[in-house]
């Protein structure tokens, strides 16, 4: 599997592509990569030709030269699929963030002319239940960013930036969100504040929802909610398997995937 470069609008993707036969594209979580993915392609690629993506920020591929929004991630992944997949119709596997992806692909008209088959895991970009916890956090931080907030710039922004390196700042945010900086935290940002639960109706796609029983970053809950709102959407649980359901009980996912794949073989 050789690393290629896309590049789109300036910004450099790197890819993966192997097996034979109809075009499946896989699509990593936020601060995962190809490389997690690629069990999945190895046990696939019998059956399909696998392409694997580094979204910009992430693995091999350097960050973007802004911050990026689903949207802007989206752009890429259509002219990813026209420019160097080249196929009239393609399959889908998306883990997590990629379900976000997903979801905004397939409510476009042109480009979901051309995805078929569609399989989700661990799919984010519905609105979450959240806890007290997470409450106190967040208005807490509105609290204190409060007084910059009227201030002219540059004093704000100044005044904002200080306050961001702060360690009560640095507490008050998700552990991916402390992770990062720059433009991978604005992106961060830009993506989770962003629900996508009302595309949901809209998408007639035929969608296969896998997903670990023990979920803890996307719970099961919201595997039920997904699988509702879908018109055409199935969903199968699998024991003992967390977020990372194909790493968790690989040869369970697989068979699941293959059965639905190609269900003649």
Not at 60 to 87: G, N
Not at 223 to 235: I, P
């Amino acid at each position: 599997m050789d690393l290629q470069n896309f590049v789109f609008e300036g910004t450099q993707t790197a890819w993966y592509k192997m097996g034979s036969g109809k075009p499946l594209l896989i699509l990593h979580g936020w601060g995962s990569s190809s490389a997690v993915m690629k069990p999945i392609a190895e046990k696939l690629k019998d059956i399909r030709t696998c392409y694997l993506i580094d979204f910009p920020g992430f693995g091999q591929s350097p960050e973007p030269p802004a911050a990026w929004d689903v949207d802007r991630y989206t752009d890429l992944t259509e002219a990813f699929i026209h420019q160097i997949i080249e196929a009239d119709s393609v399959d889908v596997l998306v883990h997590s963030y990629g379900n976000r992806v997903l979801l905004k692909l397939l409510s476009r008209s042109e480009i979901k002319q051309k995805i078929d088959k569609v399989i989700i895991t661990g799919g984010a970009g519905l609105k979450p239940k959240r806890s007290m916890k997470y409450y106190f956090r967040k208005y807490t931080a509105k609290l204190l960013k409060a007084p910059f907030l009227i201030l002219p710039n540059p004093l704000r922004d100044k005044g904002l930036n200080s306050l961001r390196r702060t360690k009560l700042w640095k507490m008050l945010g998700s552990s991916d969100y402390k992770q990062l900086s720059g433009v991978m935290r604005e992106t961060f940002v830009k993506s989770v504040t962003e629900y996508l639960d009302d595309l949901l109706p809209q998408i007639e796609h035929e969608a296969l929802l896998v997903w670990g029983k023990n979920d803890t970053a996307t719970p099961l809950d919201q595997a039920y909610r997904m699988d509702k709102r879908l018109k055409n959407g199935v969903l199968v649980e699998i024991e003992n398997a967390g977020h990372y359901a194909f790493l968790d009980q690989p040869q369970q996912f697989t068979a699941i995937c293959r059965a639905y794949l190609n269900p003649d073989s």
